[in-house]
């Protein structure tokens, strides 16, 4: 479960700094497979987060967020540091 979250923040990490790259680049920095990338962001998506990539910029961002889903985000975040320590 902490590899699971920790890849999850790690994930985000890159999202939210703008340093994806492309799908392989991602996949290369979080040291994991493509189809692990896929199913990652799968998940993410399923659990209402807007990730969406964009070919003109090559990389992965957020989509307009919804409050709710901002809230979603940050008790996930606080739910990975929590266990963290």
């Not at 957020?62 to 008790?75: A, N, P």
């Amino acid at each position: 479960m902490l590899k699971y979250l920790d890849r999850l923040e790690r994930m985000h990490h890159f999202i939210t700094s703008n340093s994806t790259g492309t799908p392989d680049e991602f996949a290369r920095r979080l040291r994991i497979s493509r189809r692990e990338l896929m199913r990652g962001l799968e998940e993410m998506r399923q659990l209402g987060f807007p990730v969406r990539y964009s070919r003109s910029l090559f990389g992965y961002y957020y989509d307009e967020m919804k409050d709710e889903d901002r809230i979603k985000l940050m008790q996930l975040i606080e739910k990975i540091i929590s266990e963290r320590r």
